[in-house]
């Protein structure tokens, strides 16, 4: 999966590269601000937190109705969830305003802005693998003690990594299975990842989840195949079993029914 890791710290290619962007982008209006105008400073500062508020709010809107339910999750940033041409509109609100103060800034603004859209670019395609077939494993274990494989099956496929010693799997894992437990067009997998059935039963059972699609990788076959740093991990696998897309870390309910959405209109699937 398209992810990156520093010690203990996991990164989705997106979130990292958005980040290294950003930096870029703060460094060159911080070298500029003292070359230049430092006011290219200050502008730079309002310019990030504007984009990414926009960038935030756009993403609030197109799912507002979700929202509506639940409003503290507009906080919720770290389950992911950004519009980026909400962020391009907010960047663009305060371009103008520097250019209506200071016409003769807008091209060095404009320079900042094009070396951060660059180390995203760069470090996008840096960071991207090419897509993975499903493991060659064939079938992995039910906690009833059937068979099930992973992919390649002719339907898309949700499988997400996760484990009950993980804090964000769990805070994701009800929303999931309420998903899964009502969409019929796509597969979910849920495969624990290094723990024995009796403890994920006994989790399960605690937590009071139904969850028939839970699947035992007690040998983390599936995070080595698709390199998942970290936990919990959600793949999207196309009908003939490619990985089409990732989210590393706690996935929200727009944005996984987003991502979902998506693979189905790749692999030409109508509501």
């Not at 006011?39 to 609030?60: D, K, P, Q």
């Not at 919720?76 to 609100?93: K, L, N, P, T």
């Not at 969409?183 to 039963?201: L, P, R, S, T, Y």
């Not at 196309?238 to 944005?255: K, Q």
Request: hydrophobic content about 50%; aromatic content about 8%.
């Amino acid at each position: 999966m398209n992810a990156v890791s520093f010690g203990p710290f996991a990164f989705d290619a997106e979130r990292f590269a958005a980040i290294v962007g950003m930096v870029v982008f703060l460094a060159a209006a911080s070298v500029l601000a003292h070359r230049v105008d430092d006011r290219l400073g200050r502008w730079s500062s309002w310019t990030a937190l504007v984009g990414l508020a926009a960038a935030r709010l756009g993403h609030v809107l197109q799912h507002a109705g979700s929202f509506a339910s639940e409003p503290w999750r507009i906080l919720a940033v770290w389950q992911g969830g950004f519009s980026w041409s909400g962020g391009a509109a907010g960047v663009a609100v305060v371009l103008v305003l520097l250019f209506l103060k200071s016409r003769k800034l807008v091209g060095w603004a404009v320079a900042s802005l094009a070396a951060g859209m660059v180390a995203t670019a760069a470090t996008l395609a840096l960071t991207y693998s090419d897509p993975q077939l499903a493991p060659v494993t064939s079938s992995f274990r039910t906690l009833d003690g059937a068979e099930r494989g992973i992919g390649a099956n002719g339907r898309p496929t949700v499988l997400n990594l996760w484990a009950t010693w993980c804090p964000p799997c769990r805070r994701e894992l009800p929303m999931m299975a309420e998903l899964a437990a009502n969409m019929a067009d796509v597969d979910f997998v849920f495969a624990n990842q290094g723990e024995q059935a009796a403890k994920i039963a006994d989790y399960l059972r605690s937590a009071n989840l139904d969850l028939p699609q839970a699947v035992l990788d007690p040998q983390l076959l599936l995070s080595r195949h698709y390199s998942a740093v970290g936990l919990p991990a959600t793949l999207f696998l196309a009908a003939d079993g490619t990985l089409a897309g990732s989210h590393l870390g706690e996935i929200s309910r727009e944005v996984l029914a987003q991502k979902i959405q998506e693979l189905k209109s790749e692999e030409g699937i109508s509501e």
